[in-house]
């Protein structure tokens, strides 16, 4: 009787866990398989962070591309590029022999960015649709990634960084700019951003603090591995937190 009595609450609790797997109906099929964020997770934001006037005054676009060490000749992914600010300026530093691919989600900012590159004559940018589990690159193919104030704003950040993942060449990097604030007020926590990085199989190499950017400047690059989808462990939405007490 005793034994009874505790495997029906076992079955009721597999019931209720199996339940849960399944009712997800708010979440793409295509990011099931990976965990959620243990933290809240920005709204869309304005595609346009501030005016570009403002920005180039602040010489924030120079200095991420110097920081970045963009060359004449690469190949670099804008994700999230919006109105395209860091887009046509990558388009200007990698020159003729080199390419850029602007992606986003926002297909109405899309096709204005369309007509932009296309009055610009920008002969060496590509425009990509995206999704929120998955930027949707092709695999060996850049040699920096940037992400410009738009991480905080990714539903899937498992799901979407492990995708990112293969799209590095050998030697590629992904380039994240951000603020330091909680992640539903358009931020993330440095901390808690290359935690995220490192559970999908990313190391940090650079970190910078940056007025000018208004926020921070970080580098990872690709592990030598990255794991299966059910061994990613998400991180503690109060890493930061403990992070700093820490410190």
Not at 75 to 104: F, K, N, P
Request: hydrophobic content about 40%; proline content about 7%.
């Amino acid at each position: 009787m005793k034994s009874a009595y505790l495997i029906l609450p076992l079955m009721s609790a597999i019931a209720a866990l199996g339940a849960c797997k399944q009712a997800q109906p708010d979440r793409p099929e295509t990011a099931r398989q990976f965990p959620l964020p243990d933290r809240p997770v920005s709204d869309l934001g304005a595609n346009q962070f501030s005016t570009e006037t403002a920005r180039d005054a602040a010489g924030e676009a120079q200095k991420v591309m110097d920081l970045a060490e963009i060359e004449p000749g690469m190949t670099v992914a804008d994700i999230g590029a919006g109105e395209g600010y860091y887009t046509v300026r990558l388009a200007e530093r990698v020159g003729s022999e080199g390419r850029v691919l602007a992606q986003d989600i926002d297909e109405d900012a899309l096709e204005r960015l369309g007509n932009r590159v296309e009055k610009e004559r920008l002969d060496n940018v590509s425009i990509k649709l995206g999704a929120g589990d998955d930027p949707r690159l092709p695999e060996n193919s850049f040699d920096r990634i940037f992400l410009v104030h738009m991480y905080h704003e990714v539903q899937e950040p498992y799901a979407f960084l492990y995708r990112l993942w293969p799209a590095l060449n050998e030697g590629g990097q992904v380039i994240v700019v951000d603020v330091d604030r909680p992640t539903d007020q358009h931020g993330i926590n440095p901390l808690l951003l290359s935690c995220e990085f490192k559970r999908v199989g990313f190391e940090l190499v650079a970190f910078k603090d940056a007025p000018e950017l208004a926020g921070y400047y970080a580098q990872f690059k690709a592990a030598a591995t990255r794991p299966e989808p059910e061994d990613i462990k998400p991180c503690r939405g109060d890493t930061a937190g403990a992070g700093n007490a820490a410190k």
